[in-house]
């Protein structure tokens, strides 16, 4: 017998369950990525907020928001990806 078709529901939330493994995994690069830079520049602080996830940030706070929506979030990671690029 052959498996049961997935519906339209599965599929939509296997591939919400993807993006989000990915940005996961892409968050982790970027910590790793940003201790790695601070260990070369001794001189910036590692907990200093990056330039773009403070502009989301305070776009959050000018909506009332103190937790980012998503859209924005999903912008800052496009703006992480742009800035220190793609995972391999």
Known sequence: ?????CSE???RRAQVADVARGIL????????G???LAALQPDVDPGEEDPELRFFREIARHL???RP???LVA????ALVVRYGAPS
């Open 25 to 32: 995994e892409q968050r982790i690069r970027l910590d790793e």
């Open 9 to 11: 529901l599965e599929i």
């Open 69 to 71: 929506p998503r859209e």
């Open 64 to 66: 009332g928001d103190e």
């Open 75 to 78: 912008r800052a990671c496009h």
């Open 1 to 5: 017998m052959g498996e049961a078709p």
């Open 34 to 36: 940003a201790r790695a």
